[in-house]
C-alpha cells in the first residue's frame, strides 16, 4: 500500500483509519494532477511565481552593532569579552 510506503518513509504511526482517510486524499491530489496534465500549457512560461515580483527586502543600512556588554550580559559563562562554551572537539 503506497501509504503504508510514505509513512515508514515519513517515520508515521498510522492507525487503520488514518490509512483509510489519507489513501482518499491522496488519491483526490493525483485525480486533480491528472486534470492538470490535460490542460495545454505550450505556450506558457515556466514561472516561480504567478504574479511578477521584485526583491521585497530592505536595503542593507550600515548602523552600530550591540555593545559587546550588552551582548554578554545574559550569558551563562563567559570569559572576559567573549562566550565560554563547552569543549567539543578532542
Known sequence: MEIEHVA?????KLSES???LFS???GGVIDYIDKLNEL??????PTAHVFPMKNVFR???SRPSLPREK??????RKDGKY???PKIIE
Open 83 to 85: 562566550y565560554r562554551v
Open 18 to 20: 488514518e490509512k483509510n
Open 8 to 12: 515508514l518513509l515519513a517515520r508515521l
Open 40 to 45: 495545454d500549457t505550450k505556450e506558457t512560461e
Open 71 to 76: 551582548a554578554l550580559q545574559n550569558a551563562p
Open 24 to 26: 482518499g486524499q491522496i
Open 59 to 61: 536595503k542593507d543600512k
